[in-house]
């Protein structure tokens, strides 16, 4: 027998398990409809979680609490029974006599399947074995699982299928739960240490009539009342600038953004970003925001400020290295592109990077530094002044206009955010959506469009300022040590099952 043939019959070996467990438990459901009861119910309301129980024994010792969560474990040892309950803040015993609930109570408890949610009342009490347990005093059936949960018959190893089927993921596996609590937290963080220094949080359109504030494909859909194409939004960076021509000198968004473009390791088409606005300031402020927000939101959520990702130990302690991209392309490569003024196209191409049709002189540079340097930086580095020509938003350097204010740090080889001095001269900004124009008009599907209204926004006064954006899911995968955006998305984009 070859070995696709013993995978197959496995499947099919699975699969009759699994169906025969899900006629049983069906079976289960019938009969307690049968019987009066609604297995679907509300019923015993819980006043403590079980970490509150353990963490908290001697409070709560011989005191009755109530519990509700999955049942993940049962022990039955005769006229006594052990079970763990998962709620979602951890697991605890359970322990029933039927010497307590009585002879129809205790049957009932036994002939609950695993997975099924139940609520329970009862004492708090230690064993002898020392384990934090309740003894139950009354239960009630509140959802009936008709399917059994995966561990128990071929388990949710597989990775497609753990994204697919995140509910249960997040309901077997713990450390995968503990992902996303920690992006909660990481969340709410940044919130409030932006609260603490003055921003305000705002809320900006996610379906725009002109794609902007990024070089990116849109997404493009269409608003029937409207009789208008529309685009999920790049970025929200236009519409947060308007606010500060109205006055708004602070403001930050935390929010979706959608790119038609490709999926990898770090690129999920639909992902999250904060992006930050700051009347008054410049790339210097914002830098200075950046590495502050992130060390002191790894600080709070865990502990510490150096990470271990991957088996590489990494330090957020501020103040981050800053080095210019031309610096840095010389540093790891050798190239000098300062005395290669008038040729960096040439010497792309004799350096081996790739370069798109039409490439100018920036993105020579550009894609030199990507193809080049970006995997050499590990440590937190600001890589700043980047040419002008790739930066459509960005306020040219005093000194060498053909360079802007701009940056982006970089971590374990990885872009983990981008923000510059934020272009606020309308006849300038004119010039480059026209450039942007001229580029998409000879093939460029991610040059920016021309934005009349920004420009008449410009047109009445925007303090000069800085900006920020960060992407948080890149964020999120160094502290939690993740290998994957999907995994520490909830629900990432996936082809449909027998897609090819």
Same mark, same amino acid.
């Given at each position: 027998?070859? @070995?696709?043939?013993?995978?197959? &019959?496995?499947?099919?070996? *699975? ?78 015993? +359970?322990?029933?006599? &039927?010497?307590a609930v009585g002879q129809q109570a205790y049957e009932a408890f036994k002939d609950?399947?695993?997975?099924? $949610? ?44 753990? #994204?697919?089927?995140? #509910? ?14 920690? %992006? ?9 240490? =932006? !609260?603490?220094?003055?921003? $305000?949080?705002?809320?900006? /359109?996610?379906?725009? /009539? ?6 990116? %494909? ?11 194409? +529309? ?5 929200? @960076? ?15 968004? $935390? ?18 970003? =904060?992006?930050? #606005?700051?009347?008054?300031? *410049? ?7 950046? @590495?502050? =927000? ?5 600080? @709070? ?75 050499? &930086?590990?440590? /937190? ?11 459509? +938003? ?17 971590? !374990? ?17 004119? &010039? ?12 460029? *599907? ?16 925007? /303090?000069?300022?800085?900006? +920020?954006?960060?992407? $948080? ?28």
């Amino acid at each position: 027998m070859d @070995e696709q043939t013993t995978q197959d &019959l496995s499947v099919q070996s *699975d699969e009759a398990l699994l169906n025969d467990q899900m006629a049983v438990r069906r079976a289960k459901l019938e009969r307690l409809i049968q019987e009066g009861r609604n297995p679907y119910e509300l019923g015993i309301v819980p006043t403590h979680t079980a970490r509150q129980v353990v963490e908290a024994f001697d409070r709560w010792n011989g005191e009755q609490v109530a519990l509700a969560g999955r049942l993940r474990a049962m022990r039955i040892h005769g006229g006594a029974t052990f079970a763990d309950l998962h709620d979602s803040s951890g697991r605890i015993q +359970l322990f029933v006599r &039927l010497d307590a609930v009585g002879q129809q109570a205790y049957e009932a408890f036994k002939d609950l399947d695993l997975g099924d $949610i139940i609520g329970v009342r009862g004492v708090v009490f230690r064993t002898k074995r020392g384990e934090v347990s309740v003894e139950v005093q009354e239960f009630d059936l509140q959802a009936k699982a008709l399917r059994p949960l995966p561990e128990k018959w071929h388990g949710l190893k597989d990775i497609e299928q753990r #994204y697919r089927r995140r #509910y249960l993921d997040l309901t077997v596996n713990p450390d995968s739960r503990r992902v996303f609590l920690l %992006r909660s937290q990481v969340v709410a963080a940044i919130r409030r240490l =932006l !609260n603490e220094r003055g921003f $305000i949080e705002v809320e900006t /359109p996610m379906l725009h /009539p002109i794609p902007g504030g990024a070089n990116a %494909r849109p997404f493009e859909t269409y608003h029937n009342a409207l009789d208008m194409p +529309l685009y999920m939004r790049i970025a929200p @960076e236009l519409y947060l600038k308007r606010l500060l021509v109205g006055g708004f000198d602070k403001v930050f968004e $935390i929010g979706k953004n959608f790119r038609n473009e490709g999926i990898s390791t770090k690129h999920n088409p639909e992902y999250t970003s =904060l992006e930050a #606005y700051q009347a008054f300031a *410049d790339y210097e402020d914002m830098m200075v925001l950046t @590495e502050t =927000l992130i060390s002191e939101v790894a600080r @709070e959520v865990l502990g510490t400020t150096v990470i271990q990702y991957q088996g590489r130990e990494i330090d957020l302690t501020p103040p981050w290295e800053r080095i210019s991209m031309l610096e840095a392309i010389e540093k790891y490569t050798g190239i000098d592109f300062e005395a290669a003024a008038g040729r960096e196209i040439e010497v792309a191409k004799a350096a081996g990077v790739r370069l798109p049709d039409n490439a100018t002189p920036g993105q020579a540079i550009l894609e030199t530094f990507e193809q080049k340097v970006e995997e050499h &930086l590990i440590q /937190p580095v600001f890589v700043t002044d980047h040419p002008v020509d790739v930066s459509p +938003l960005a306020k040219r350097r005093k000194d060498n206009p053909r360079f802007t204010e701009r940056f982006e740090p970089y971590i !374990n080889g990885w872009e983990i955010a981008n923000g510059f001095s934020e272009l606020n001269d309308p006849i300038d900004q004119r &010039l480059r959506f026209e450039e942007q124009v001229r580029k998409r008009e000879a093939g460029d *599907d991610e040059a920016h469009f021309m934005d009349e209204d920004f420009l008449e926004a410009l047109e009445y006064g925007m /303090p000069p300022a800085g900006g +920020l954006g960060i992407g $948080i899911d890149r964020l999120v995968m160094l502290l939690t040590d993740s290998p994957s955006i999907r995994d520490v998305i909830l629900f990432p984009h996936m082809r449909p099952k027998g897609h090819a």
